[in-house]
T-cell receptor
Framework: KQEVTQIPAALSVPEGENLVLNCSFTDSAIYNLQWFRQDPGKGLTSLLL?????REQTSGRLNASLDKSSGRSTLYIAASQPGDSATYLCAAPIGGNQFYFGTGTSLTVIP | GAGVSQTPSNKVTEKGKYVELRCDPISGHTALYWYRQSLGQGPEFLIY????????DSGLPNDRFFAVRPEGSVSTLKIQRTERGDSAVYLCASSKAGTGGFEQYFGPGTRLTVT
């Protein structure tokens, strides 16, 4: 069974801390992996897309890495802010056209 | 141009009724995806269009669900004989092309409630 899992399910940190969110997947032959942010009651906002040939991507305070051989991706958030509070989801097109999503990590940044 | 749009934003219907949910992708995007998201879960794949054709409909849960994209742009997800278990947020996404490394852009979703 193709799966994408995210750990932890929830995370609460004080403002200013650096943090890492984890995503693991079962198929090393993925084309790419995408990280999203979802605010309550809203759609998904794309954060970073890592191609299979890349090892990492950076956007501002965000850095995402991809290790296909171990089936893992991490999203690193530097100097967290209360506005970063949201659910973070990873997704990958495992096995073809189907994009599989993790269940997300709910992040709360405490002022 | 503008991002992915979906209408309606909310839909409440009675069990057994027929509903249509609309998705307007980003102009020029040939790939379009429908997902369903239940509370506390990640989005679940339903169907993928490349142009006008459904390239992969393996995620549709049963034959009550059907989707079309007749002109390769706007898509409509159709649900017949709705059931309470169909209640969820239905999300649409588009990308420049299909699988192969293109970023997906999501709409705000349609929250469907079946009473």
């Amino acid at each position: 069974k193709q799966e994408v899992t995210q750990i932890p399910a929830a995370l609460s940190v004080p403002e200013g801390e650096n943090l890492v969110l984890n995503c693991s997947f079962t198929d090393s032959a993925i084309y790419n992996l995408q990280w999203f942010r979802q605010d309550p009651g809203k759609g998904l906002t794309s954060l970073l897309l890592i191609q299979s040939s890349q090892r990492e991507q950076t956007s501002g305070r965000l850095n995402a890495s991809l290790d296909k051989s171990s089936g893992r991706s991490t999203l690193y958030i530097a100097a967290s802010q209360p506005g970063d509070s949201a659910t973070y989801l990873c997704a990958a097109p495992i096995g073809g056209n189907q994009f599989y999503f993790g269940t997300g990590t709910s992040l709360t940044v405490i002022p | 141009g503008a991002g992915v749009s979906q209408t309606p934003s909310n839909k409440v219907t009675e069990k057994g009724k027929y509903v249509e949910l609309r998705c307007d992708p980003i102009s020029g995007h040939t790939a379009l995806y429908w997902y369903r998201q239940s509370l506390g879960q990640g989005p679940e794949f339903l169907i993928y269009f490349q142009g006008t054709g459904a390239a992969d409909d393996s995620g549709l849960p049963n034959d009550r669900f059907f989707a079309v994209r007749p002109e390769g742009s706007v898509s409509t997800l159709k649900i017949q004989r709705t059931e309470r278990g169909d209640s969820a947020v239905y999300l649409c996404a588009s990308s420049k092309a299909g699988t192969g490394g293109f970023e997906q852009y999501f709409g705000p979703g349609t929250r469907l409630t079946v009473t």
